[in-house]
């Protein structure tokens, strides 16, 4: 992509985000973001007349062999602005972060967005940024699956291989995570791009058996699953993964954290992107992109492990699992939303 369209992309993002004149925006860097996004950043928001400015942080100073990866997208809430208090502090002034380092799960987003700033994350290639750019429609979509979400007491997911599992909600469920693109509310944070909506359960009390199929996808792997898995699930906390080799990669994986907290159950929800591609990750390099098209791709079921400190709760580990499933079924106090890969209730129907 030309340098002139990626400034015409971004501009068009940070219109949506109602970056203008009166306004302060940030563009956070690291040692590993786009060069090419921060000029472009920068600009998009100047030509809307905010007042920008860029802040790039040095690596933080951490031990790299307490943590089994750094690989894109691997590891979580340890970021440059650990421990970095100065630099908190500066972000929370600005109203809008745009944010090239990856702050999600950390304690210092959460301190941020509770500022009243409105975060932007951003890491993908141009390509997928611009295929999935914010759609008309889609933020609707994904209110009306929040507002169902946030009066929901159960939900529970299925695939034809055998998945029955059931999430208790309420303890969190009352605000539910909204993804679709950008992000134009104090404190709100977004990711571009992206439409799915999710919510994670009440502690303790998520039970049943997840057995991922072929064609489900892991993250951080990047990678389809190609064998059946059996995650048995009780009172909140995965007890055993099960199966041939990918059962046998999951659970090394998992043990390498050394953390207890990895083994417990996260987010869940479902995609509402029409135009994230189930398959793309077998075209891009790993360490290009985020997955984006796997988290969000229109009927998927996405569930998770780890960290919850996003809805208050003190689970801050790194290890996170994003685990799509592709074909099943979703339900909320038995209505489905998703039935064999396909959303059902109209108003989320794209
Ligand atoms: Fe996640």
């Given at each position: 992509m030309s340098a002139i369209d990626l400034l015409d992309m971004f501009q068009r993002e940070l219109a949506l985000c109602k970056v203008g004149p009166g306004q302060v925006m940030a563009v956070l860097t690291g040692p590993n973001s786009r060069a090419d996004y921060a000029a472009a950043f920068v600009a998009a928001g100047q030509r809307l007349g905010a007042e920008v400015f860029r802040l790039d942080l040095p690596p933080a100073?951490?031990?790299?062999?307490?943590?089994p990866t750094t690989a894109q997208g691997a590891?979580?809430?340890?970021?440059?602005?650990?421990?970095h208090r100065s630099g908190v502090e500066m972000l929370k002034r600005v109203d809008m972060l745009v944010d090239l380092v990856g702050l999600l799960h950390s304690p210092e987003q959460v301190e941020i967005q509770r500022a009243g700033a409105r975060v932007l994350m951003v890491v993908e290639p141009p390509e997928i940024l611009a295929r999935m750019f914010p759609r008309e429609g889609n933020r609707e979509r994904v209110e009306a699956g929040g507002r169902r979400l946030a009066r929901a007491k159960q939900l529970r997911i299925t695939n034809r291989a055998g998945t029955d599992l059931t999430y208790q909600l309420g303890q969190y469920s009352k605000t539910p995570i909204l993804q679709y693109g950008y992000t134009d509310q104090p404190g709100r944070w977004d990711h571009f791009p992206g439409a799915f909506v999710y919510t994670w359960p009440n502690e303790g009390q998520s039970n049943g058996t997840i057995v991922l199929a072929p064609g489900d996808i892991i993250f951080p792997f990047k990678?389809?699953?190609r064998s059946e898995i059996r995650v048995n699930v009780v009172d909140g906390w995965i007890k055993s993964i099960e199966g041939g080799f990918d059962a046998e990669h999951l659970r090394h994986f998992m043990a390498?954290?050394?953390?207890?907290?990895?083994?417990a159950m996260a987010h869940i929800g479902w995609g509402l992107d029409k135009?994230?591609?189930?398959?793309?990750?077998?075209?891009?390099?790993?360490?290009?992109y985020i997955g984006q098209d796997g988290r969000a791709f229109y009927g998927n079921v996405l569930w998770s492990t780890g960290p919850?400190?996003?809805?208050?709760?003190?689970r801050t580990t790194p290890a996170h699992l994003d685990i799509a499933m592709k074909g099943a079924s979703l339900f909320l106090d038995g209505e489905p939303m998703v039935l064999d890969g396909e959303v059902i209730p109209e108003d989320m129907r794209a």
């Open positions: 100073a951490q031990d790299a062999s307490q943590t590891l979580w809430g340890r970021t440059p602005l650990t421990g990678d389809f699953v390498s954290w050394n953390d207890p907290d990895a083994y135009m994230g591609l189930w398959n793309s990750l077998s075209l891009f390099n790993k360490e290009s919850n400190t996003d809805v208050g709760g003190s």
